[in-house]
């Protein structure tokens, strides 16, 4: 495989649909040599090599890194998976292909600076990133289509700090499906389950 990878992405999503595309171009040769892009550390570390300076910070000579698992693909890591500057976007787009309006939120932020706290709290639960009822509803929720990034919101006086945050969903979220099989319902079922905390970012900036 032959690719003159594009010095910087304008977002994790164009890094994603990037790599989509070149993999589907070039899908008879990765089959001929038995790689499969979603699984490959060896592809992934040629790939990354091929675009370091693009993906790391230096200031006055000195090279930053940042986390190992930036740079190194961890595809058995359920904790680093999905943490990959260029994997991590592409798993994303290839699991959503033709929908990527249901993951927005996991993919509108720059490649270099990928961890918001909706990657945290839902790319890395494989469940979650899977459910297209909860990532279409996590989407919904905070993702503001018009400005193409995160909502901003200003709370009542009467609620509290964390009420309605993603890191509370996915409390909830794990705690509703001791229960109920969240995982498989549809979106609007989701919210006829969750606490009545979450139901003022449906609308807001939508």
């Not at 070039?26 to 592809?43: G, I, T």
Request: charged share 25%; glycine share 6%.
């Amino acid at each position: 495989m032959e690719a003159d990878f594009p010095r910087a992405f304008a977002s994790r999503k164009d890094c994603g649909v990037y790599f989509l595309d070149l993999f589907g171009q070039c899908s008879n040769d990765l089959k001929r040599a038995r790689v499969d892009p979603a699984a490959s550390v060896e592809l992934w570390s040629w790939i990354t090599a091929t675009m370091f300076l693009s993906l790391v910070a230096v200031e006055d000579g000195e090279v930053n890194v940042g986390e190992e698992a930036r740079l190194v693909f961890m595809p058995d890591n359920h904790q680093r998976f999905y943490r990959h500057l260029l994997a991590g976007p592409y798993l994303i787009c290839k699991e959503y292909e033709g929908e990527l309006d249901k993951v927005e939120i996991l993919l509108y932020n720059s490649v270099t600076k990928p961890n918001t706290v909706y990657v945290e709290q839902f790319a890395s639960r494989r469940n979650i990133l899977l459910s297209r009822g909860v990532m279409d509803l996590v989407t919904e929720m905070y993702f503001d289509r018009n400005k193409g990034q995160g909502k901003t919101f200003e709370r009542p006086k009467n609620m509290a700090p964390t009420a309605g945050s993603p890191r509370r969903l996915s409390v909830v979220l794990s705690q509703l499906s001791l229960v109920w099989d969240v995982m498989d319902m549809s979106t609007a079922d989701i919210k006829k389950i969750l606490p009545s905390e979450f139901e003022p970012f449906y609308v807001v900036g939508n």
